[in-house]
């Protein structure tokens, strides 16, 4: 079985490919029983999206649940271009026997614009390629480790990952415009469920895992975080692949 977290669709797409070229299933993490995974899995893999050069608060909660057992394990971290020291951190609570990370489009919206068409479709292009490439070696059960950690990935999956689990993780910068036709599509879809509607408008909770998703894909364009997103695009992998 695969098991994914995505935010904006990057990771669930790398999770579908794989599962499509590989035979196994591809589910969500949120809802799913670790037990279930467990269960006579020949293959056990994770997908997911670096955050802050590390792996999510839920993917490596779900790990921990996680027996190996005698499956063959393997995960892939779908990222702007490095990897950190996450794939290592996550095999520290989950032993892999092959880790690969995965060139996506950018989707973190609040901290820079996003890359233009060009540059979203070439990543993509490549991903497929890279996606074969890693199915057949999951298929043979081979042990790999490609993995683009980058410069620094020890204080940047250490130091910078601290920062941004103990203080960019607030949700005090989301807000709502006038937009919102409250269709309450962010509610539904926040993984965390930190999102509930109030007189038809989103309210945020304390902390959310900042996937983005509700930012990225609320159809109104409705949602802001701070001043910076007010000119920038939205991203949503919908756009450019059918998952």
Not at 43 to 63: H, M, N, Q, S, T
Request: glycine share 10%; net charge positive; charged share 20%.
């Amino acid at each position: 079985m695969i098991c994914y977290f995505s935010g904006t669709g990057n990771s669930r797409w790398a999770a579908r490919r794989l599962a499509a070229l590989t035979g196994d299933e591809a589910r969500d993490i949120i809802g799913l029983d670790a037990a279930d995974v467990c269960r006579g899995d020949a293959r056990i893999g994770l997908v997911f999206p670096i955050y802050a050069w590390g792996a999510p608060e839920p993917v490596l909660d779900f790990a921990r649940q996680l027996n190996k057992g005698g499956a063959f394990t393997f995960a892939v971290a779908t990222c702007g271009s490095e990897a950190g020291y996450a794939l290592k951190k996550l095999a520290e609570v989950f032993p892999l026997d092959s880790c690969y990370s995965l060139v996506m489009p950018n989707n973190y919206v609040i901290g820079s614009e996003l890359e233009d068409e060009a540059t979203v479709r070439a990543k993509l292009g490549a991903a497929e390629t890279e996606l074969t490439t890693i199915a057949a070696e999951l298929r043979e059960n081979k042990p790999v480790n490609r993995v683009h950690e980058g410069a620094l990935a020890g204080l940047k999956s250490n130091l910078a990952n601290f920062g941004f689990n103990r203080f960019a993780r607030s949700t005090k910068g989301f807000r709502v415009t006038d937009a919102c036709i409250g269709c309450g599509l962010c509610a539904q879809g926040c993984p965390a469920h930190t999102i509930t509607l109030t007189n038809g408008k989103p309210v945020w909770a304390t902390q959310c895992y900042q996937c983005l998703r509700c930012l990225n894909e609320c159809p109104q364009t409705a949602i802001q975080y701070g001043k910076a997103t007010e000119t920038r695009g939205r991203y949503s992998l919908r756009r450019y692949r059918a998952d």
